[in-house]
Each structure stands twice: as C-alpha cells, then as structure tokens.
C-alpha cells in the first residue's frame, strides 16, 4: 500500500512541474508573438530636403523647422484624436489624408490655431525626409535641422525644461 501511495504522490510532483512548465513555455511563447514597438526616427538625425504647400496655400519646406515641433497625424487614428487637443504650442502637422480628403480636413479643423496643416499621401517624400514611416502619431522635436527627439506622444517630445 505505501508502494502505491508512494507512486501517486511522484506522479502528482511530476504533474504539477508539467504544468508549471507548461505555463512558462506559453508565457514566452506569446511574448515573442507580440508586436514590437513602431520605430521612430534616430535623435541625431539630419532631416532630408522636402517642400510642400499647405493648407493655406503657403510653402513649408525643411529650412525653415529650426526649432519647431513636427507631428505625422492621420484622421483614423485613435492616439492622434486625443493628441490633437493637446497641440498647444506652434507645430507643423502633417495629416496623412489616406485617401479621403474631406475626413482630413475636418479633423485638421479640429487641430488649434497654433497648427500649421498640410495634407500629405501615406510614404510622402516629407515622411521620407523625416524618416518617420506611415505609423500615426509620430512626433518629432527638430533642433538645427537634426531630430532632438521622437515619439509617438507629447510627452517624448516636450522641451527639457517643460517636462
């Protein structure tokens, strides 16, 4: 009898460690699955030459972001609905219109007075200069033309002394 208990209790050990094995290899298993983080554009970079006109008809070209804050936004974007009432200070946004022109400017309407719109097609040559992809929100804060910071929300971006 005590061969019998002996053999149930060493099978229970092994049953748990199965188990417990088990778990850990499906934990690791779906960390792996999960998507890494968009990439952003390297501090330090030198941003590219690009001109394009926008909403009001003015130009907007690379030489003129000395010290200014860059946002690539799009409309169906649920992080770039809640960034747009935070656009406070002077910025330049570049609202990916993916198509649909009217959509874009109504949620360009909603962006302040302190932003300066220009409407932009996913992979635009200003992306390209910017490095910046097609993923919304990205954020950029230029200095001398090179890129101070990058993120995806305001507080990646906000100036040294503000945050």
Request: negative net charge.
């Amino acid at each position: 009898m005590s061969f019998l208990v002996a053999v149930v209790a060493v099978l229970a050990v092994l049953t748990v460690l199965n188990l417990l094995l088990s778990s850990a290899i499906i934990r690791l298993l779906n960390e792996q699955r999960r998507p890494a983080a968009p990439a952003l554009p390297a501090v330090g970079t030198e941003i590219g030459s690009f001109e394009v006109t926008d909403a009001a008809g003015e130009t907007v070209t690379d030489r003129e972001l000395d010290d200014a804050l860059v946002a690539f936004l799009s409309p169906t974007c649920g992080p770039c609905q809640r960034i747009a009432g935070q656009l406070t200070e002077p910025t330049v946004a570049f609202v990916l219109d993916g198509g649909d022109r009217d959509k874009a400017v109504e949620y360009a309407a909603g962006l302040g007075p302190s932003v300066r719109v220009a409407f932009v097609g996913d992979r635009s040559p200003v992306s390209a200069a910017f490095d910046a992809g097609d993923v919304t929100p990205t954020l950029i804060r230029v200095r001398d033309r090179r890129i101070a910071a990058a993120g995806h929300d305001l507080d990646a971006v906000r100036p040294q002394h503000a945050r």
